[in-house]
């Protein structure tokens, strides 16, 4: 589904997935052609859209079974209500030959930064306009906490979990809450495993500590510049979903158009995108000139190299 497929783009490229075997990779969103004699893997989400596809798949009114065998694993943990779903469509309990629920909540977006995909968190804790008898913040909140816990059990960390106490009661309180459900949860996954290992031990000196903080004790932080190298990238160039394209000409004089992928891929960009500007630009240029002093490409060496400009023009006349 749609968020499957963003957790598992983040996580490999779809090379990966051909390599392990898999023939075609289709979104579960969309009408597909029956393949009835294969067997088919569901990487989905444990959500109401997402299992009702799944079962209409081998429901009554197919005249023939989308596969042969079926497979299914959940980013997360699937309510008992869903899993009785699956249970009484009985087309696909029959071709069931595996269930998994893996701990995916989250996208990790590089090395060192995740995010848990939830864009109207903030407007659900904070508004002051949210409908009478709703409880979108405290859905929220669960949300934040259930995603964090995958991340955790995903890395086999049993982290402290520490927070700030809210000034008052009810004040600003969706650290301590997000704080409490998350310690809730990792003791709830605890007693379901029965005794399984899920954390790694602790190296001495180095328990992982989880700080949940409220965006009220730093506002200022998103409305401040950032001076980065990876922030000025994104502000002046037209990347999108981490793709640059790029034409220029080549050495019979024709257009070419090439796309690029700022990941961990990149040989480059994990090692500059955090630097400050200034700092990139310099690491750039002292990699270029060390470049060329050991290029045999004799004609770019005899001459000096000062700037990006006559760097740019130093690599489109290389062969």
């Not at 109401?48 to 009554?60: I, M």
């Not at 005249?63 to 943990?77: D, K, L, N, R």
Request: aromatic share 8%.
């Amino acid at each position: 589904d749609h968020t499957s497929v963003r957790i598992m783009s983040a996580a490999c490229r779809m090379f990966d997935v051909t390599e392990e075997g898999v023939t075609l990779v289709e979104n579960i969103e969309i009408s597909r052609q029956p393949m009835p004699d294969m067997e088919a893997l569901y990487f989905i989400t444990p959500t109401k859209e997402s299992v009702r596809q799944l079962c209409s798949d081998f429901g009554r009114e197919q005249q023939e079974p989308m596969y042969e065998a079926v497979h299914v694993y959940f980013t997360s943990h699937i309510s008992d209500e869903l899993l009785y779903t699956i249970k009484t469509t009985e087309g696909l309990v029959s071709r069931l030959r595996s269930l998994k629920e893996l701990n995916l909540e989250f996208i990790a977006l590089e090395q060192r930064a995740f995010t848990l995909e939830l864009p109207k968190a903030f407007h659900h804790i904070y508004s002051p306009t949210a409908p009478i008898g709703t409880n979108r913040k405290q859905a929220m909140e669960e949300a934040i906490a259930r995603k964090l816990l995958t991340f955790c059990v995903t890395l086999g960390q049993r982290p402290h979990v520490r927070f700030k106490r809210p000034m008052k009661e009810g004040y600003f309180d969706s650290a301590q809450e997000v704080a409490k459900l998350l310690e809730e949860g990792m003791d709830g996954v605890e007693r379901m495993a029965m005794g399984v290992q899920l954390w790694d031990p602790p190296q001495a000196g180095q328990h992982c500590t989880v700080l949940v903080v409220d965006r009220c004790d730093d506002p200022l932080t998103p409305l401040m510049h950032d001076y980065g190298y990876q922030a000025m990238v994104y502000d002046v160039m037209d990347i999108r979903q981490d793709r640059y394209k790029y034409s220029y000409r080549n050495d019979k004089g024709e257009q070419v158009t090439k796309e690029v992928f700022l990941n961990e891929l990149d040989s480059l960009w994990p090692r500059l995108r955090h630097l400050h500007i200034a700092d990139a630009m310099s690491t750039v240029s002292d990699d270029f000139k060390r470049f060329m002093s050991e290029s045999k490409a004799t004609g770019l060496v005899k001459r000096e190299v000062t700037d990006i400009k006559e760097m740019a023009a130093a690599i489109k006349g290389m062969p």
